[in-house]
């Protein structure tokens, strides 16, 4: 299942369209598939992960018995996706010391509007 956090980011286009693109998502109608999304990581290894929409196609996407992907971002490029993810790793750093940020975005007491 797809999951997008409550206080999603935005860089880019994506910033205008970002209903239209969630429902994209959550439908698998990706039309437009220059779209890029950032996510908790699917290895604990990275701090975050960032998809093309079209991976979002495949079947491993579509079970009911997939991992969830928590989406924290949306980037109409894949330069603006990275320049995302630095903010966000900076904003993590900066307000808890840690670069956790599933921690920092699941704890929510400590959020802030970017």
Excluded: Q, W
């Amino acid at each position: 299942m797809i999951v997008f956090h409550d206080k999603l980011r935005c860089m880019g286009k994506a910033k205008k369209k970002e209903r239209k693109i969630r429902k994209l998502v959550e439908k698998r109608k990706l039309r437009s598939l220059k779209y890029y999304c950032i996510a908790f990581p699917s290895n604990k290894e990275n701090i975050l992960d960032i998809y093309n929409m079209g991976e979002f196609l495949f079947a491993h996407y579509r079970k009911d018995t997939s991992e969830d992907v928590h989406i924290i971002g949306l980037a109409d490029s894949r330069d603006d996706a990275a320049e995302l993810v630095r903010e966000i790793i900076d904003e993590v750093y900066r307000e808890s010391g840690t670069f956790d940020v599933e921690r920092y975005f699941t704890d929510g007491d400590h959020l802030t509007d970017p």
